[in-house]
């Protein structure tokens, strides 16, 4: 089963501009988290926002967390070529879960 | 290097068959989940193991087991292979058993049934 649903499946961009990514998920939550994974590689941890956080940043990247509407958004600034990826949010299916479940991704593609 | 090491990185076997994948765990944690990634199904949780013990189990079919050993390293045996199971295959790894920190992936197995 899907906890969050990634939107859009697949965005092409500019190098140099901004590209959103957005999640929506069905329960409520501690935490939500996003993943990046270049084709065929394993899946790397980018940022972590807990339910009581509302925005959070780390180097280019700005995550939201709006819990009343049980959405987050990843925001990338000054996208490179180097981004080109897939983007998935992740979090628990309920409470007392204890494994991430993650969605289907967005598809990020950068050309120079 | 993430720290999560996965073997073998390409696997290439028949319908029917049995094998078993690997995974080590970055030092220190003590969580090891498995995932399986298809380009149908996406990324299904699979299994989470942690200090050894069963904590939850997901999308994971009867012709698969698991096990997480006293040196924390797991195997993840399919049986019985079909076509459909070609996919890759990732072990992630955490500290704690819960949901609340970020998880370190390997590179995954490719598994390749013809």
């Known amino acids: 089963s899907q906890q969050g649903e990634e939107d859009p499946q697949a965005l092409s961009i500019q190098e140099g501009e901004n590209a959103t990514m957005n999640c929506s998920y069905k329960t409520s939550i501690n935490n939500l988290q996003w993943y990046r994974q270049n084709s065929g590689r394993g899946l790397v941890h980018l940022i972590l926002i807990r339910s009581n956080e509302r925005e959070k940043h780390s180097g280019r990247l700005r995550v939201t967390l709006d819990t009343s509407k049980k959405s987050s958004s990843l925001l990338i600034t000054a996208s490179r070529a180097a981004d080109t990826a897939s983007y998935f949010c992740?979090?628990?299916?309920?409470?007392?879960?204890?494994?991430?479940?993650f969605g289907k991704g967005t598809t990020l593609s950068v050309s120079s | 290097d993430s720290g999560v090491t996965q073997t073998p990185k390409h696997l290439i076997t028949a319908t029917g068959q049995r094998v078993t994948l690997r995974c080590s765990p970055r030092s220190g944690d003590l969580s090891v989940y498995w995932y399986q990634q298809s380009l149908d199904q996406g990324l299904q949780f699979l299994i989470h193991y942690y200090n050894g013990e069963e904590r939850a189990k997901g999308n994971i079919l009867e012709r698969f087991s698991a096990q997480q050993f006293p040196d924390l390293h797991s195997e993840l045996n399919l049986s019985s292979l079909e076509l459909g199971d070609s996919a890759l295959y990732f072990c992630?790894?955490?500290?704690?058993?819960?949901?609340?920190?970020?998880?370190?992936f390997g590179s995954g197995t490719r598994l390749t049934v013809v």
């Open positions: 992630a790894s955490s500290t704690l058993g819960t949901g609340n920190y970020g998880y370190t």
């Open positions: 992740a979090t628990v299916l309920n409470q007392a879960g204890t494994a991430l479940i």
